[in-house]
């Protein structure tokens, strides 16, 4: 139950004053709320001995307004104070969680489902700001509006009778204290829930097409309908604590209420107390049924706020593996060229090699192909030059420095990456082409679509440049997605450009025209094509081909043919394949 302690106290304390001006605002509500029973009482003894006057009656009704003025002032101050703080630390928390998630490494994302994450943006946060603004409201207006209760029957209308009547609280607050971990633990189970039903329908959606495919809406169904069973059941498991705490503290209030009856009648009869007192203390007792409902909820929202900020606080306590080192070197601009020594790697928590025995050599200026099967290292490579992964020193290169010495944001900032998902954002062409530019204007991005042979494509659009793709360009083809990826990486001029089998969408004359294109805008610039067909890379100035993440042949493509190896059988059955030219392996 520790966990989470920590994050919540750094931003409670932050908005210390605007808490403090809150619950002040709750004191003096409640204050004044003490006072309609006196005055109730006052004007009851008035008539039943018959000394009440016009005056008397006069003084009530301004200490009444008063006291109306004071709840609806005290009330809104309170709501500004700390709902508004509960609102601040939501959305603190929130840029906090997500600026986190922008500095954790590949790997970290691998590893949690989307469904979860989401989880950790939504419900969670939700939690935490109950906590921190209704639920800092219910706590101490509870505490506060119990304690002034019980203060004023005791000193207003009678203590023997007042200890009478709150027999049953303790058993309030013992209760509401083993109740608190079973909520904790349920809470958690339910957030567990909740990111797999998420992750599921997020699963589902993405790969609608592919479930319609292999006609597997009945088994996706059947799957969505077990994960949806289990979040119900978490759900209503946390719901019953619920269900059976409130109904609890409304009873052992009506207990409390019968003993105010009966024995407060009982005193009043035997002029113990005044008929006025005794229906003030009864006005007291009711007042104390909001207490008593709110602990069991404030309680209900204590432990699910704890459990969110446990969650949270795991997130943001999460190792970043992936900085940059104390002397990192920052550069604007770096050459070109490439160079990698004696090179080996295996993945984080993983024996399995990667690569194995790298040695490369890439002129600044020139085109490197890097062909392979699947599982072959070719991305595995381009990962680590873009620095998602941490390798020994002096083993890559970048523009003569060293890749672990510089900067990640010079590391990257000189790389233009073109990804195999051709991911694009759920907003217009004009902006995922200016996707990796602060400032850019229609005619950087018009020459940057032409460049990439998708500039045609756009103005036959509805709307052109300000088309929406949709989420992760669904409304795209798939040769249009990868001309725009394209198109976004040619915009930066980068020094080096990597096309991660970027050019498989589209046919070869579409190709051919890509990669004139290329050569003439990018001359001068390096350039990394990963393909798996030969007519991609032919006129390439150096071709590596990758076997078991080590380098298997390398050269040029009339080297390679007369070496007759791996390459030479790739090339001989892309020739044989009549309209086709895919390496099968």
């Known amino acids: 139950m520790e966990g989470g302690i920590t994050i919540l106290k750094q931003y409670i304390f932050?908005?210390?004053?605007?808490?403090?001006?809150?619950?002040l605002m709750l004191w003096m509500t409640n204050v004044a709320q003490m006072y309609i029973p006196k005055a109730t009482a006052a004007v009851t003894d008035g008539i039943t001995i018959g000394n009440l006057d016009i005056d008397g009656v006069v003084e009530i009704l301004k200490m009444l307004v008063l006291s109306i003025l004071m709840i609806v002032i005290g009330r809104m101050g309170w709501r500004f104070t700390l709902v508004g703080s509960g609102r601040k630390i939501e959305k603190e928390i929130r840029e906090a969680l997500f600026t986190k998630w922008l500095k954790l490494d590949i790997t970290y994302f691998n590893e949690n489902k989307t469904g979860n994450l989401m989880a950790y943006a939504?419900?969670?946060?939700?939690?935490?700001?109950?906590?921190?603004?209704?639920?800092?409201?219910?706590?101490?207006?509870?505490?506060?509006?119990?304690?002034?209760?019980?203060?004023?029957?005791?000193?207003?209308?009678?203590?023997?009778?007042?200890?009478?009547?709150v027999i049953p609280m303790p058993i309030i607050a013992i209760s509401g204290i083993y109740m608190k971990?079973?909520?904790?633990?349920?809470?958690?189970?339910?957030?567990?829930?909740?990111?797999?039903?998420?992750?599921?329908?997020?699963?589902?959606?993405?790969?609608?097409?592919?479930?319609?495919?292999?006609?597997?809406?009945?088994?996706?169904?059947?799957?969505?309908?077990?994960?949806?069973?289990?979040?119900?059941?978490?759900?209503?498991?946390?719901?019953?604590?619920s269900a059976f705490m409130n109904p609890a503290m409304q009873f052992l209030v009506g207990v409390s209420l019968l003993i105010s009856i009966g024995y407060g009648g009982y005193m009043t009869i035997n002029n113990e107390i005044t008929a006025g007192s005794f229906i003030a203390f009864n006005q007291y007792i009711l007042m104390l049924t909001w207490p008593m409902s709110a602990i069991t909820h404030a309680i209900n929202v204590y432990a699910q706020g704890l459990a969110a900020a446990k969650r949270i606080e795991?997130?943001?306590?999460?190792?970043?593996?992936?900085?940059?080192?104390?002397?990192?070197?920052?550069?604007?601009?770096?050459e070109g060229s490439i160079s990698?020594?004696?090179?080996?790697?295996?993945?984080?928590?993983?024996?399995?090699?990667?690569?194995?025995?790298?040695?490369?050599?890439?002129?600044?200026?020139?085109?490197?192909?890097?062909?392979?099967?699947?599982?072959?290292?070719?991305?595995?490579?381009?990962?680590?030059?873009l620095r998602f992964y941490n390798i020994e020193e002096n083993k890559?290169?970048?523009?003569?420095?060293?890749?672990?010495?510089?900067?990640?944001?010079?590391?990257?900032?000189?790389?233009?990456?073109?990804?195999?998902?051709?991911?694009?954002?759920?907003?217009?062409?004009?902006?995922?082409?200016?996707?990796?530019?602060?400032?850019?204007?229609?005619?950087?991005?018009?020459?940057?679509?032409?460049?990439?042979?998708?500039?045609q494509n756009i103005i036959n659009f509805s709307d052109k440049y300000e088309t929406v793709v949709g989420e992760k360009g669904t409304m795209l083809s798939g040769g249009q997605k990868q001309r725009i990826s394209i198109a976004r990486a040619l915009i930066l001029a980068a020094p080096i450009l990597i096309l991660d089998d970027s050019l498989s969408a589209v046919d070869t004359k579409t190709e051919e025209t890509i990669l004139n294109n290329l050569k003439k805008v990018r001359n001068g610039k390096t350039n990394i094509i990963i393909a798996h067909r030969i007519s991609t890379v032919r006129n390439a100035d150096?071709?590596?081909?990758?076997?078991?993440?080590?380098?298997?042949?390398?050269?040029?493509?009339?080297?390679?043919?007369?070496?007759?190896?791996?390459?030479?059988?790739?090339?001989?059955?892309q020739q044989l394949k009549k309209g086709g030219d895919t390496y099968e392996g």
């Open 396 to 455: 890559l290169f970048l523009g003569g420095h060293d890749i672990m010495k510089l900067c990640i944001k010079t590391v990257r900032g000189n790389i233009a990456y073109v990804p195999q998902d051709n991911f694009l954002f759920s907003d217009t062409v004009k902006n995922n082409i200016g996707f990796g530019l602060w400032d850019y204007d229609d005619d950087l991005v018009q020459e940057a679509a032409k460049k990439a042979n998708v500039h």
């Open 314 to 334: 795991e997130v943001l306590n999460a190792e970043e593996v992936i900085l940059d080192n104390e002397n990192s070197i920052s550069k604007d601009s770096l």
């Open 181 to 241: 971990n079973h909520i904790h633990d349920r809470f958690l189970a339910k957030q567990r829930a909740f990111a797999n039903l998420s992750d599921q329908v997020q699963e589902s959606f993405a790969g609608i097409k592919v479930i319609k495919a292999f006609v597997q809406e009945k088994q996706t169904l059947d799957e969505f309908e077990k994960i949806c069973q289990d979040n119900y059941i978490k759900n209503i498991s946390l719901a019953k604590i």
């Open 122 to 165: 939504t419900n969670d946060l939700n939690a935490i700001r109950m906590m921190t603004g209704m639920g800092v409201i219910v706590i101490f207006d509870a505490v506060i509006m119990s304690l002034m209760v019980i203060y004023t029957m005791a000193t207003f209308v009678n203590l023997k009778l007042t200890l009478v009547a």
């Open 340 to 385: 990698i020594k004696n090179f080996n790697f295996d993945f984080p928590d993983n024996n399995q090699p990667a690569l194995r025995d790298i040695n490369l050599e890439v002129k600044s200026g020139q085109t490197l192909a890097i062909l392979g099967r699947t599982g072959s290292g070719k991305s595995t490579l381009v990962n680590i030059l």
């Open 14 to 23: 932050k908005y210390k004053w605007f808490y403090v001006i809150g619950i």
């Open 542 to 573: 150096k071709i590596i081909v990758m076997e078991e993440g080590k380098i298997a042949e390398q050269g040029t493509h009339d080297s390679l043919i007369e070496l007759g190896g791996i390459y030479a059988k790739m090339h001989k059955q």
